[in-house]
């Protein structure tokens, strides 16, 4: 069974790394392209909704340019906090800025065998068994869908993902891979089903939306009109920029971030035309080039950066945020992947992110292995742990505890310790042997986390649905693939 979900509550600890004047003056360059560039919208729906509350909308080239008091006044409408429901109230997430959750990544199109060490493209069952694991660990407050259902046919592969998951876990899906109106109606139809019907679906949103934005200031079709519907429907939906230094975005980080932030609030001003006061939310995985490859990075300085500045970004406007960390370049779980995953949800959660993303990829996010989600949840069960920061008061200052002591003595088994002790935190993976015993048997995390995700596979069988909501969702997918 899944234990209570660990979060950075109100984290004590805070990084800024933009002032107030640096914030507005992006916030201003957002404006000014949103009104004198535009961003390209290729999709008839769109346009309509844009020209129809005040855009100029070129129909020939698409893009359409949104006064900067228009954009304002439309996301002043979307609401600044609301919960991520789970299928059971136990795993409800309430985004209201003094939390942050971690989330599995996605959408990876490999993955490494837990018992054979294999490296293969995933299926279903993958997608299943990640959730199985991912629902056994504190840690994971969410499930992204992790991997692609590869052995599903396309037209229906991210409903076959959704019921794969639903099927072993209670906590709150969010997709990524759904980009069609057509699946997206039917992704719908299986949410209100588990919730109880379309109401209780707007009441409790047990799935939310991932859309990406074509960087530079572009959007794709069947994202934009997939989240539409989901708009409608009253679930959660967010943009996620992915603009590239010196690529698809100025090679200067306060230059990207701008590109980003047009892209996303472009996407959320239309929602908020179409449908005032739907849950919309701020999402971004921006990085820098690699100048000697052009491969996307995954790591360093600039993602780091990026983690801490777009959260400040999205506080600016008063919207949840969803920032990619974890998402390591690192081809395994070793040091790279240690430093950039440490460093990035750092960033990020030290500025309150509200979820944050990649959990278990490697080689940005192709590659998806057991032993790095082990590991990635031991990073943030120490953020979480750091990010409290230290509580003073009568008792922790324990000035009764220490003169009852005094000089000389031990804490061991004193009262106050016994009572406290389980509140230091404990690795599961870290070595903290004697040097003799690592000697003898040289293993490490890599091994014991691939210990204990296959105890996980074999052990825990998920949270599986009722045998009647089992076969409701297969007929919708049934459905689903004979319209297509």
Known sequence: MSQKILSAIDP??????????????????????????????????????????????????????????????????????????????????????????????????????????EKRPSTKRDVSDVGRVADALPEIAFHWVPLSAQDCPVESRGLHELDAIWNVSGKHLQTESIVSEREMRFAVEMAALLAGGREALRRRPVLSI?????????????????????????????????????????ATLAGNLVVGNVEVLSALVLLQMAYPGCPVYYAAAQTATDLRTGAYTG??????????????????????????????????????????????????ASTGADMLLGAGLLHGSRIFSYEELLMDSEIWNMLCATLRGIVVDDETLALEVIRQVGPGGHYLAHRHTLKHMRELWQPTLMDRRPYSVWEEKRDGAREWAREKAQKILREHPGRPLEDGLRSELMKIIALAEQLS
Request: hydrophobic share 40%; aromatic share 6%; proline share 6%.
């Open 12 to 117: 004590k600890l805070r990084v800024s790394v933009l002032s107030e004047d640096e914030i507005r003056r992006i916030h201003t360059a957002t404006m000014d392209v949103l009104e004198t560039i535009g961003v390209r919208f290729p999709s008839e729906k769109a346009l309509n909704i844009l020209e129809a509350h005040g855009a100029q909308v070129d129909r020939e080239t698409m893009i359409a340019k949104i006064p900067g008091v228009i954009a304002e006044e439309h996301l002043s409408r979307a609401p600044s906090t609301y919960t991520l429901c789970g299928l059971e109230p136990d795993f409800d997430l309430p985004l209201d800025g003094s939390h942050s959750y971690l989330g599995t990544d996605g959408c990876g199109v490999e993955i490494i065998d837990a018992f054979t060490q």
């Open 210 to 250: 991932m859309q990406c934005t074509i960087s530079p200031l572009c959007h794709d079709a069947g994202s934009l009109e997939a989240a539409l519907v989901a708009a409608e429907a009253g679930l959660p939906v967010g943009f996620m920029t992915m603009a590239s230094c010196a690529s698809t975005g100025p």
């Open 299 to 348: 790591g360093g300085p600039a993602d780091y950066l990026f983690g801490a500045a777009t959260n400040l970004l999205a506080d600016f406007y008063r919207l949840p945020l969803s920032m990619g960390a974890f998402a390591t370049g690192a081809k395994q779980p070793d040091w790279q992947a240690g430093v950039d995953n440490s460093l990035s949800a750092f960033m990020a």
